[in-house]
């Protein structure tokens, strides 16, 4: 086992006490961005995605289980919520508390001591950021559970695009006012725009890092062989449709939006060639979205039906024998007529 492999598999290590030691220092009140990264285990990031795929077009909702340490979120486990959710909402009802409960409770009875440290829910196709609803509730759990973290799974971005759309978030205290920083832009859909604008400084995301235990990797590999046919028989392209559809859609009525905002005068024209170069962005990334489709179908097509033709025998010309001419034949044929 290698050095990099052995210290992956002490993040999986708990101390109670030296958690709670550190836990009652409360360093993160010194600071509202004391938190800056989070570690997440492979499994985990499994099993978030799949539980948020399973449940779209709805939301869904679960929780985080790890540890803290200085600066750091570490995500060892995730258990999902059985909680009702609708297109655009997932709250936690009392029956999902209740199971909550129960469930950290068999979870210490087996040795897993890690206690709860967030949440996760999904946003189905419209990215991943945090609502008016998450902002409140996230506030609420900072005030009374904290350490807490949320975190954000837009599983059908993930499919379209080829990779994991994810992002974990921390808001700040009540009267704490950030500093203007560029955030990354990401493409948000018109009828979620008013919402993200107006919470969009509310709150702060944390990079996030994966890591793989020994256990994770022979995990991976039994999945793999398990499922590799239908991971190479999907095309992101047709299990997608509905949402490239929603997608050309939202980008044409941004576009009319743009269009008559450039129309009202000078005075607008500059906020219309901002919508418009967001406008840009967001169909740039939808074609390289198709695109990556595209080349993926290609690449399984010329993988895995095309038959490599054998080169083709040329056949033998059979020589024809060359009959020597005797001269002196031709010249009796010649006077014998």
Request: hydrophobic share 35%.
């Amino acid at each position: 086992m290698s050095k990099s492999e052995v210290a992956e598999d002490n993040l999986y290590s708990y101390n109670v006490e030296e958690h709670n030691n550190f836990c009652d220092k409360r360093p993160w009140k010194k600071s509202a961005k004391y938190f800056n990264s989070v570690k997440i285990s492979s499994i985990s990031l499994l099993k978030m995605v799949m539980h948020c795929t399973q449940g779209v077009p709805l939301e869904v909702m679960g929780l985080l289980q790890g540890k803290i340490e200085e600066h750091v979120f570490i995500i060892t486990d995730v258990f999902a919520l059985p909680v009702e959710g609708t297109e655009t909402r997932v709250n936690a009802q009392e029956e999902a508390l209740g199971y909550m409960a129960d469930y950290l409770e068999q979870c210490k009875e087996v040795g897993r001591l890690e206690n709860a440290v967030g949440w996760y829910h999904s946003h189905p196709g419209y990215g991943c950021w945090l609502s008016g609803v998450d902002v409140t509730t996230q506030n609420l759990q900072q005030m009374y559970n904290e350490p807490w973290l949320a975190i954000v799974v837009d599983p059908v971005r993930t499919i379209s695009s080829g990779k994991v759309e994810i992002g974990a978030f921390r808001t700040y205290p009540k009267d704490y006012v950030p500093k203007d920083e560029e955030s990354q832009y990401q493409t948000i859909p018109l009828e979620k725009i008013e919402d993200f604008g107006v919470h969009a400084r509310s709150y702060y995301q944390l990079p996030i890092e994966f890591f793989k235990s020994s256990l994770d990797k022979k995990l991976l590999d039994l999945l793999w062989n398990q499922y590799w046919l239908n991971t190479l028989s999907t095309s992101p392209i047709i299990t997608n449709k509905d949402f490239v559809t929603g997608q050309i859609k939202d980008l044409t009525r941004k576009l009319e939006n743009a269009q008559q905002t450039i129309g009202f005068g000078r005075q607008y024209q500059s906020k219309g060639e901002s919508q418009l170069r967001k406008v840009s962005k967001d169909g740039s990334k939808a074609a390289i979205e198709q695109i990556n489709g595209l080349v993926s179908q290609v690449v399984k097509n010329s993988l895995f039906n095309s038959r490599k033709q054998l080169p083709k025998r040329r056949k033998k010309k059979k020589k024809k024998k060359k009959t020597k001419i005797n001269p002196l034949n031709i010249i009796l044929k010649r006077y014998s007529n």
